[in-house]
């Protein structure tokens, strides 16, 4: 597989570009694998990256019912941030923003990592006490953050509306400058091309149908491309851990919510940072084509439509034109749904499952997308050593019976 | 100790305003007793009549007027009984004294709501600007009511007559708000 | 945005409900004698089925009554509305 470099593209640019490898091959499945993957979104295909790469277990397929990245990997906001309350969620999103940093290195794809600094308004003083608390707590755990005065807020994005008498004033904020945003589809690309350098096929179009549990332990999947049989299976499906867990007998404690965006006309860069504010529900990030990238609140009912109610998209642009008050003077083009798999404390679920050789890597809610890199690399040791590592352990399916839960409602609730 | 309990609404001191076509106008202080029982009980319905005049509405979303007083419908055991300024207390003893021994619930909420009145041919414009009730004279006409949201805000809407005239029930909190949004809403009709 | 229509007021704008999760859960008679699995599966673990599935609302700007709805979750068309206390009813999709 040619390596992308800038060789690479003027090789190319003399054959007019009609010459390139496919980034990754289309092999139909293998009688049997060490390990399958269930899910071919960013966690998925990172996590068979993973495999290969730092364990190398090649004997790896990804099996995804439609297209890669066709989900909610193409379907969020891009945020990447990793200012969580609690050690144990430090420890995984700050290793996943670590990895971040290098990624684009690390695949050869450039994922079009921006660390602009992600913003978290607070608009009255619970929001102020809570946020600084917040700062104090994740600087503690080794995690850059910062606080920002109402001056400093409106240096940082001047189209912010942050006069007293607003209807959302702006009091401060708090700041974390190494986050920012990534290329969602490079993300899925970025994985599944290097994954299949390594030998990992990825089997699109291939819905997994069943189980084929002996004794207690999972020994492969029916799929709609024929049985395919495997030493360990891991589900990364999102919005649908619950169906497949079904399938395979057991309970989850998610539920899949709807949760939408939307973007705007593009217009000349304005805004060089993403804005979030948990307390009206919204965030905001301008992208590189100069679009608006709005992420609204998730509806609270159950449903695998991916299209949310009208309702939660009204009332997030009505906040934000009182927030950044030029919005109310701009088109919004688009408008989708992302089904959000969320566990009673807002915190992943990265282990075993009840059956042996099964599990599952789940419950990243409405924050998934920074997860990507940490999620797959601690699922893939998972995987590799047939046991969660230090970083998955918390994260285990276990905690809702021992009921160590890591409760990160208010980092992660709707703001991502 | 005084005696003198001076009255007062969030929205003492506004003038009538909105449109020629859409004007809105503060009826503070209408006595407003809650009231739940159970409209299956034969007793309960005819001792609400000897109080009040009439039975309380059985069908959803509608008002019962007797006199100067209403019945309006809120739930299938709830109703918000209506009497002019000042009446609360005898309203109540009234209900309290002809309910005796029931079980029921018998709450003076004259001070937690106010009412706007909305008059004019633009009113039902005006409404739909904000309330996601279908107030097509075909679905909602005089004698009928609603709990709904308006502009973000709990209301109790009362339709009185084809004119169309409303009364919009509103807690004291939003009043002002809501009172600042109608008259925005207004804006562009006359 | 649903019509949902509420067995007390009619239809209504899905803005004026709430919407309280999965229906039909019972708590367990005896707490203390059931173990923590249990307790676990009962407190935390939700069916959240794809397809036809039963839940609880309230018309919390309206009667603040609470009812149940059987809806396709992948539709998400409204298959049938029921009073708290009736049984769920059969339904296709």
């Given amino acids: 597989m040619a390596k992308y470099s800038v060789f690479s593209l003027v090789r190319n640019a003399l054959s007019y570009h009609e010459n390139w490898q496919r980034a990754w091959r289309s092999p139909d499945p293998k009688p049997e694998y060490d390990i399958l993957v269930i899910g071919g979104g960013g966690h998925g295909l990172a996590t068979a990256h993973y495999l290969a790469k730092e364990h190398g277990i090649n004997n790896v397929a990804v099996i995804e019912k439609g297209w890669l990245g066709g989900g909610n990997t193409a379907r969020n906001t891009t945020i990447v941030r990793s200012n969580y309350l609690w050690d144990e969620s430090a420890a995984i999103y700050e290793h996943s923003l670590k990895l971040w940093e290098g990624l684009s290195q690390d695949l050869n794809f450039n994922v079009m990592f921006s660390q602009r600094g992600v913003m978290n308004l607070a608009h009255n003083l619970h929001d102020w006490r809570e946020l600084n608390r917040r700062v104090h707590a994740i600087r503690l755990n080794g995690v850059d953050s910062e606080i920002l005065s109402a001056a400093q807020v409106k240096a940082e994005a001047p189209i912010l509306n942050v006069s007293p008498d607003s209807r959302y004033p702006i009091i401060g904020a708090s700041m974390q400058r190494r986050g920012g945003t990534a290329r969602h589809d490079a993300v899925a690309w970025g994985y599944a091309r290097a994954a299949d350098q390594r030998g990992v096929d990825i089997i699109q179009n291939c819905e997994v149908t069943g189980f084929v549990i002996n004794n207690g332990r999972v020994e492969g999947v029916e799929t709609t491309r024929g049985p395919i049989k495997a030493k360990r299976v891991g589900v990364a499906v999102a919005g649908h851990s619950s169906v497949l867990a079904d399938m395979a007998g057991f309970r989850m404690p998610v539920e899949s919510n709807p949760l939408q965006a939307l973007v705007s006309d593009p217009i000349k860069p304005v805004l060089d940072c993403v804005v979030m504010s948990s307390a009206v529900h919204v965030y905001i990030s301008q992208s590189d084509r100069g679009e608006f990238v709005i992420g609204a609140g998730s509806d609270l009912h159950v449903s695998y439509s991916q299209r949310g109610s009208f309702e939660i998209i009204e009332g997030i642009m009505g906040a934000l034109c009182e927030l950044v008050p030029m919005v109310s003077r701009m088109k919004m083009m688009r408008q989708w749904g992302g089904v959000v798999d969320v566990t009673p404390d807002r915190s992943p679920i990265v282990g075993k499952t009840p059956v042996e050789g099964l599990f599952i890597n789940c419950g990243w809610g409405t924050g998934g997308f920074k997860g990507t890199p940490g999620s797959g690399h601690a699922f893939a040791a998972t995987l590799a050593a047939g046991e969660p590592n230090d970083m998955a352990g918390p994260f285990s399916l276990d905690r809702f019976r021992t009921g160590f839960l890591i409760d990160e409602a208010g980092a992660a609730a709707v703001a991502h | ?190 | 945005m649903f019509l949902i229509d509420c067995p007390y007021c009619g239809p209504r704008q899905q803005t004026e409900f709430h919407c309280h999760g999965e229906a039909h859960i019972a708590r367990p008679k005896d707490p203390d004698a059931i173990s923590d699995v249990e307790w676990a599966d009962y407190l935390f673990n939700r069916s959240n089925t794809k397809g036809v599935f039963y839940e609880r609302w309230v018309h919390n700007h309206g009667c603040r009554r609470w009812f149940n709805l059987a809806r396709d979750t992948v539709s998400d068309r409204i298959l049938a509305v029921y009073r708290m206390g009736e049984k769920p009813p059969r339904v296709k999709k």
């Fill in chain 2, 1 to 190: 100790m005084a005696d003198v309990v001076t009255e007062m609404s969030p929205l003492d001191g506004r003038a009538g305003s909105g449109a020629d076509t859409a004007v809105i106008v503060e009826h503070p202080h209408l006595s407003k007793i809650n009231l739940r029982g159970d409209s299956g009980d034969q007793a309960f319905m005819d001792a609400v009549a000897d109080a009040v005049g009439a039975a309380p509405p059985v069908e959803a979303n509608t008002v019962m007027t007797a006199g100067k007083h209403s019945i309006l419908w809120l739930s299938p055991d709830e109703w918000l009984v209506v009497t002019p300024e000042g009446k609360q207390g005898d309203m109540e003893v009234a209900l309290a004294g002809t309910l005796e021994g029931q079980h029921v619930s018998i709450v003076d909420g004259t001070d937690a709501r106010t009412t706007i009145r909305l008059h004019g041919a633009d009113s039902r414009n005006v409404l739909m600007k904000g309330c996601p009730l279908d107030l097509h004279p075909r679905i909602f006409g005089p004698g009928q009511c609603a709990q709904s949201i308006l502009a973000k805000a709990d209301v109790l809407i009362h339709q009185l007559d084809d004119t169309p005239t409303y009364d919009i029930y509103v807690l004291y909190s939003f009043s002002r708000y809501l009172w600042d949004w109608l008259a925005d809403a207004a804006k562009g009709f006359s």
